[in-house]
């Protein structure tokens, strides 16, 4: 019984542990720009997109992140690539690199010319907050 009793509280503190440091932040767009397909000829025009916001779950420490807006979970984030630098990818041609001290960040999305269907090739920049 001892033995049960002491698997469960290294269990649970291991568990606490791992959740206590997701982190919920406020990311906004600064600015984005990129190219617009064009569907009746099939071309790409260069233009500037509207800014968007998202929220982003991430650990800094595991290389945690959930970016549910963009379908981007990454669990195996690049860590320190630079100084205090987080690289994270979906499998939808979408990166997202955040300085950690800073919580600037970049975001590209760059599916839609390599796939031949219609998504937009686009990057961004902006900076995130703890929600």
Not at 49 to 72: H, V
Not at 120 to 128: E, K, Q
């Amino acid at each position: 019984m001892k033995h049960l009793l002491s698997i469960s509280i290294i269990y649970f503190l291991l568990v606490n542990t791992v959740f206590a440091e997701q982190k919920i932040y406020y990311c906004s767009d600064e600015a984005a720009i990129g190219f617009n397909r064009d569907t009746e000829n099939s071309s790409y025009d260069s233009t500037d997109f509207i800014p968007e916001r998202f929220t982003a779950k991430m650990n800094f420490e595991t290389g945690y992140l959930i970016i549910e807006k963009y379908n981007m979970i990454d669990r195996g984030c690049k860590k320190n690539l630079g100084k205090s630098l987080m690289s994270c990818n979906n499998n939808f041609g979408y990166n997202f690199i955040i300085n950690t001290e800073n919580l600037k960040y970049s975001l590209s999305k760059a599916y839609g010319w390599v796939a031949d269907n219609t998504d937009s090739l686009v990057i961004s920049y902006g900076i995130c907050e703890l929600f």
